[in-house]
């Protein structure tokens, strides 16, 4: 005899009071369903991570070109004041290049440099731009 599911009853029980027997029926087997968990879990966390990996490079890049245009402007800035001796924007193009950027344009306005800089990560491009010079009035 076979239960309401249709699968073979594990146990019979007693007769109810509309005199039907009821029957206990073990639902399919879970064995394996943690596994199965798992490895949905661990593809999700795998997912997440290679979605997120470069979304972290660009910011470390973009921070590494921002440090880039400000070494350059203070070189440029020094060297424009008189600080330290040269041409201004050489020293920047030397400050940009030994960070591993590229220096776009070099303006200098009496002791005041400003200076552009790019570098490019995964056929992107990113720039900053810097300004140094002594402060402007109280």
Same mark, same amino acid.
């Given at each position: 005899?076979?239960?309401?599911?249709?699968? %073979?009853?594990?146990? #019979? @029980?007693?007769?109810?009071?509309?005199? %039907?027997? %009821?029957?206990? !029926?073990? *639902?399919?087997?879970?064995?394996?369903?943690?596994?199965?968990?798992? *490895?949905?879990?661990?593809a999700a966390v795998m997912a997440l991570t290679v979605l997120t990996i470069?979304? =972290?490079?660009? =910011?470390?890049? @973009?921070? @590494?070109?921002?440090? #880039?245009?400000?070494?350059?402007?203070?070189?440029?800035?020094?060297?424009?004041?008189?600080? *330290? &001796?040269?041409?201004?924007?050489?020293?920047?193009?030397?400050?940009?290049?030994?960070n591993g950027a590229t220096l776009e344009s070099c303006e200098i306005s009496g002791? !005041?440099?400003? !200076?552009?800089?790019?570098?490019?990560?995964?056929?992107? @491009?990113?720039?900053? %731009?810097?300004? #140094?010079? &002594?402060?402007?009035?109280?």
């Open positions: 005899m076979r239960g309401p599911s249709g699968a %073979r009853p594990s146990h #019979a @029980t007693r007769p109810s009071a509309t005199g %039907r027997r %009821r029957y206990r !029926v073990r *639902v399919g087997e879970e064995r394996g369903s943690g596994s199965i968990l798992a *490895v949905a879990v661990l470069p979304v =972290l490079a660009v =910011l470390v890049v @973009t921070q @590494t070109i921002a440090n #880039a245009a400000d070494a350059a402007a203070l070189a440029a800035a020094d060297v424009a004041s008189g600080v *330290v &001796p040269g041409v201004a924007c050489a020293a920047a193009g030397q400050a940009t290049a030994l002791a !005041v440099a400003e !200076v552009e800089v790019s570098g490019s990560w995964l056929d992107m @491009t990113v720039r900053a %731009r810097a300004r #140094a010079g &002594p402060p402007v009035g109280p």
